[in-house]
C-alpha cells in the first residue's frame, strides 16, 4: 500500500470533499449564531483540611498516608456536593423564584405558560414543602410527576444542572470551587450560591450529627465495658477474700521451695542416721560380750537423766523442723545439746565400765552417737510430717489457681475490649475536635459574558468535516483490494510484470485509426511506454517469434495491446503476423475484417499476403469451434513452423483464462505467453485459479502488461 495512492484519491474527490466541508461550516453558522452567550459564576469553600493544626493527627512518618488522607477528604466534600439531594434542593429554589418573582431567571415553557394563579400556588406549597423537609418528588404520583416535568421543562431538574456544572479542588489549595454556566448571570451566581450555602448546611447539620452519634454510642459502650471490667476485678478479688488467697502463684512458689527445703534436710538426716548406725556399730564390735554385760549394768542408772535431756532435745528439734529450720532457734539447741554430752560424759565418770580395761571415752562416744543417731532419727518423721503437711496445702492450691486463671483470663479480654473501646473514641473525639470548618470565602456575583466561542465552533466544524471525510477515504482506500500500481500486481499474484500502459483518454478510438496523424499526440506517452514493454518481450523471447497475449477475464483491453504490439514490431521493419484466435470474440476479426482466416488457413495451407502496412492479419469466423478442432496438433505445430520461417513475430490475441480450454490449446504453440491486467481491478477468488495455471506455465509465461494505469513518471517503468 503506497500513500501517494491514496493521496491521488484525496485528489480526486477534492471538489466533493470541499463541497461537504463548506456545507457543514454554512450549517454550523446558522446553528450557532443564535447560541446565547455564557455567563459563568464561580465562588470558593474553604474546607480547613490542609490546615497545619490538622497534621497533629496524621502520621509524621509517613507523609504519603497525610496525603492520600487530604485527597480523600476532598474526594469526600466534592461528591456530597453533587448528592442529588443537594442539587434537588437548588431546583425548588430556583422554580419557587421563578414562579414568585416579577423577574424570573427563565420564562416558562409554552406547554406551562398558561398555568392558573391557583396552579402556580399549589406548585409553590408543593415545592416548599419538598424544601423544607428534603424530599425528592414521587414520579409514581400524577400530581408531583407534573410538577418535575415542569422542573424538566425550565432545565432546573438534577440532570440538566449538573451539565453545566463544575466542582473540584481548586489546585493543591484548601479550597473547593463551585462553578456554573448558563445564559443569565444572574442565575448562575444564584445557582452557585445557593448549592453552596445548601452543602455548608448539610454538612454541619448531617455530617456533624453523625458524628455526635458516634461518639455518645462509643461513650455509652465504654461505660458498659468499665463496668464489665470492674465487675470481673471485683469478683476475683472477693473469690480470694472469702478463700484466703494473696497470690496463688507466690504461695505455690514459696510452698514448693518449702517443700525443696526440707526433703535436703531429709536426706541430710538419712544420711546421718546411716552415719551413726556404722559409728555405732565400730564402737560394739571393739567391745567383747562381758565388757558389754558389765557397761549395761553399770550405765542403767544413768540412762534416766539422758533419757530425760533426749526428750527435752527431740522436742526443741520438732519445734525447729515444723518453724521450717528457724535459726532462732538453733542456740536452744545448741545449749541442750551440750548438756547432753555433759550428761554422757558423766556416765564415764562413775566407773561404769571395767575398772581392769581403759574404755571409758568409747562408752561415752557410743552413748553420744546413740542419742544423736535417735534426735535424727525423730527429725525424719518431722520433716515427714510437714512434707505431707506442705504437700496437702499445695494440692489445696490446685483448684484456686485454676478458678484464679479463670477470673483473670476474663479480666484480660474485658480489659482489652475496653482498652480498644477507649482508643476509637478518643480518635473520633480528637478527629471531631480538629474536623474540617466549612466556609463560603466570597459569594458569587454576576459577571460578564464569557468571550464567545462561536468562531472556534464554526471552524472545528469544518476542520472536524475535513477529518472525517480523509477518514472515509482511507478507510475506503484501505479496504479496497483493487490493483491501481505495478508493485500491486506483483505483490498480489507473485508474477513478474513486463510494464504498464497508460489509459488513453477521450473517446473511444478505432484500431484502424489508433496510429494516425491526427491521434499522434494523444498516442504519445502510450507510444513510449508501449516500446518498454516491446523491449521486455524481446528479452524474454530470446529468439522464440510466437507469443500468446491473453487475460484473466474479457474486457481487459488484450486486443488493443495485441494490435499497438503489432504497430510498434512493425515500425522496426519487423514482419508482423497478427493471429485472432479468440473465436467467441473475434473483436479483432470484425473491426480489422481480414481476408483469410485462421480456419481456412490451417485446414488448406493457403498463402497469406502482406497488407500495406508490413502487418499481416489472420482472422477467425467465431462460433463455438477450438485450434484443435480445425486440425490435428501434429499439423498445425507443422504450419507453425512454415509461418516462423515467413514472419518475424507472430502475436496471437488469445482468449481470456476464463475460458481456459481455448487458451490451453493456443498455449501449445506459443514461445512465450503475456497476461493484460486492467488497473482498478481485483482479483477475485475463482480467479486464482487462472493464477495458478499461470505460474504452472513457467519460464513459458513472460509476464504482467497493467493496462489503463495511472502512470505518473513512466520512464520509471521495468520489469519486476
Known amino acids: 500500500m503506497e500513500l501517494s495512492s491514496y493521496f491521488s484519491l484525496v485528489g480526486k474527490y477534492k471538489y466533493i470533499i470541499v463541497i461537504i466541508v463548506l456545507a457543514m461550516v454554512i450549517a454550523s453558522y446558522f446553528i450557532v449564531k443564535n447560541l446565547p452567550d455564557q455567563y459563568v459564576s464561580s465562588t470558593q469553600i474553604a474546607t480547613g483540611i490542609v490546615d497545619a493544626s490538622r497534621h497533629l493527627l496524621d502520621s509524621k512518618d509517613n507523609p504519603n498516608a497525610q496525603q492520600d488522607q487530604i485527597n480523600r477528604e476532598f474526594s469526600n466534600l466534592t461528591e456530597i456536593i453533587k448528592l442529588k439531594k443537594l442539587v434537588d434542593n437548588v431546583s425548588y429554589q430556583l422554580i419557587i423564584h421563578d414562579l414568585s418573582s416579577p423577574a424570573p431567571f427563565r420564562k416558562l415553557n409554552h406547554k406551562f405558560k398558561d398555568l392558573s394563579p391557583d396552579a402556580v400556588k399549589h406548585a409553590l406549597l408543593v415545592y416548599r414543602a419538598k424544601l423544607q423537609n428534603g424530599e425528592p418528588l414521587s414520579l409514581y404520583s400524577a400530581d408531583e410527576k407534573g410538577l418535575n416535568e415542569l422542573l424538566i421543562s425550565m432545565k432546573y431538574d438534577e440532570r440538566s444542572l449538573r451539565k453545566d456544572l463544575d466542582i473540584e479542588r481548586d489546585g493543591e489549595s484548601d479550597f473547593i470551587r463551585i462553578t456554573y454556566s448558563s445564559e443569565n448571570p444572574e442565575l448562575s451566581a444564584f445557582i452557585v450560591n445557593t448549592l453552596s450555602k445548601e452543602f455548608i448546611s448539610y454538612y454541619t447539620v448531617n455530617v456533624k450529627q453523625n458524628e455526635s452519634n458516634a461518639l455518645d454510642f462509643l461513650s455509652k459502650l465504654l461505660e458498659e465495658k468499665r463496668n464489665?471490667?470492674?465487675?470481673?476485678?471485683?469478683?476475683?478479688?472477693?473469690?480470694?477474700?472469702?478463700?484466703g488467697i494473696l497470690n496463688v502463684e507466690d504461695q505455690a512458689k514459696d510452698i514448693f521451695a518449702q517443700m525443696l527445703i526440707y526433703n535436703d534436710k531429709k536426706i541430710e538426716a538419712e544420711r546421718n542416721i546411716q552415719s551413726y548406725d556404722g559409728a555405732v556399730k565400730a564402737i560394739d564390735n571393739r567391745f567383747n560380750p562381758k565388757d558389754r554385760q558389765y557397761i549395761e549394768s553399770t550405765i542403767s542408772q544413768y540412762n534416766q537423766s539422758i533419757t530425760n535431756t533426749a526428750d527435752q532435745l527431740r522436742t526443741l528439734n520438732d519445734e525447729y523442723v515444723h518453724s521450717g529450720f528457724n535459726p532462732s532457734y538453733k542456740p536452744a539447741l545448741d545449749s541442750m545439746q551440750k548438756q547432753l554430752t555433759a550428761q554422757i560424759d558423766n556416765t564415764s565418770d562413775k566407773y561404769i565400765t571395767n575398772p581392769l580395761v581403759n574404755k571409758d571415752n568409747l562408752v561415752a562416744k557410743k552413748l553420744e552417737l546413740e542419742v544423736t543417731r535417735d534426735l535424727a532419727k525423730y527429725s525424719v518423721q518431722s520433716i515427714d510430717k510437714e512434707l505431707a503437711d506442705l504437700k496437702a496445702k499445695y494440692d489445696r492450691l490446685v483448684p484456686f489457681d485454676a478458678k484464679v486463671k479463670t477470673y483473670e483470663s476474663d479480666i484480660t479480654i474485658a480489659s482489652q475490649e475496653y482498652l480498644d473501646v477507649?482508643?476509637?473514641?478518643?480518635?473520633?473525639?480528637?478527629?471531631?475536635?480538629?474536623?474540617?470548618?466549612?466556609?463560603?470565602?466570597?459569594?458569587?456575583?454576576?459577571?460578564?459574558?464569557?468571550?464567545?466561542?462561536?468562531?472556534?465552533?464554526?471552524?472545528?466544524?469544518?476542520?472536524?468535516?475535513f477529518v472525517i471525510c480523509l477518514l472515509i477515504l482511507f478507510i475506503l482506500y484501505y479496504l479496497d483490494d483493487n490493483i491501481k500500481e505495478p508493485i500491486d500486481l506483483v505483490n498480489a499474484t507473485q508474477l513478474p510484470l513486463l510494464g504498464s500502459l497508460n489509459l488513453i483518454s477521450g473517446p473511444k478510438l478505432d484500431l484502424k485509426k489508433l496510429w494516425d496523424v491526427e491521434n499522434q499526440q494523444k498516442m504519445q506517452q502510450f507510444k513510449e511506454l508501449l516500446r518498454s514493454v516491446r523491449f521486455e518481450i524481446d528479452q524474454e523471447l530470446k529468439g522464440g517469434k510466437v507469443l500468446g497475449i491473453t487475460s484473466l477475464v474479457a474486457g481487459e483491453g488484450k486486443t488493443l495491446v495485441a494490435t499497438s504490439l503489432a504497430y510498434s514490431y512493425s515500425a522496426i521493419n519487423k514482419k508482423v503476423l497478427l493471429i485472432d484466435g479468440n473465436f467467441n470474440n473475434p473483436t479483432l476479426s470484425k473491426t480489422i475484417q481480414p481476408k483469410l482466416f485462421v480456419e481456412d488457413y490451417f485446414r488448406?495451407?493457403?498463402?497469406?499476403?502482406?497488407?500495406?502496412?508490413?502487418?499481416?492479419?489472420?482472422?477467425?469466423?467465431?462460433?463455438?469451434?477450438?485450434?484443435?478442432?480445425?486440425?490435428?496438433?501434429?499439423?498445425?505445430?507443422?504450419?507453425?513452423?512454415?509461418?516462423?520461417?515467413?514472419?518475424?513475430?507472430?502475436?496471437?490475441?488469445?482468449?481470456?483464462?476464463?475460458?481456459?480450454?481455448?487458451?490451453?490449446?493456443?498455449?501449445?504453440?506459443?514461445?512465450?505467453?503475456?497476461?493484460?491486467?486492467?488497473?482498478?481491478?481485483?482479483?477475485?477468488?475463482?480467479?486464482?485459479?487462472?493464477?495458478?495455471?499461470?505460474?504452472?506455465?513457467?519460464?513459458?509465461?513472460?509476464?504482467?502488461?497493467?493496462?489503463?494505469?495511472?502512470?505518473?513518471?513512466?520512464?520509471?517503468?521495468?520489469?519486476h
Open 228 to 243: 464489665t471490667l470492674n465487675n470481673k476485678k471485683d469478683s476475683l478479688q472477693q473469690y480470694k477474700i472469702k478463700n
Open 604 to 719: 488448406n495451407n493457403s498463402y497469406i499476403e502482406r497488407d500495406n502496412s508490413s502487418i499481416s492479419v489472420l482472422g477467425n469466423r467465431g462460433g463455438d469451434i477450438t485450434l484443435l478442432e480445425i486440425n490435428d496438433e501434429k499439423n498445425i505445430q507443422r504450419e507453425f513452423e512454415d509461418l516462423k520461417s515467413r514472419y518475424d513475430i507472430i502475436l496471437i490475441d488469445l482468449p481470456p483464462l476464463d475460458s481456459l480450454n481455448q487458451s490451453k490449446e493456443w498455449l501449445l504453440f506459443c514461445c512465450k505467453a503475456v497476461a493484460i491486467f486492467e488497473t482498478n481491478k481485483g482479483i477475485s477468488r475463482s480467479q486464482t485459479q487462472y493464477i495458478d495455471y499461470l505460474k504452472h506455465l513457467n519460464l513459458k509465461f513472460a509476464g504482467w502488461v497493467l493496462n489503463k494505469a495511472a502512470i505518473r513518471n513512466h520512464s520509471k517503468q521495468s520489469k
Open 422 to 465: 477507649l482508643n476509637k473514641f478518643n480518635a473520633l473525639n480528637l478527629q471531631s475536635n480538629f474536623s474540617i470548618k466549612l466556609m463560603q470565602v466570597e459569594p458569587a456575583t454576576p459577571d460578564v459574558a464569557e468571550p464567545s466561542k462561536k468562531m472556534l465552533l464554526i471552524a472545528l466544524s469544518g476542520i472536524g468535516a
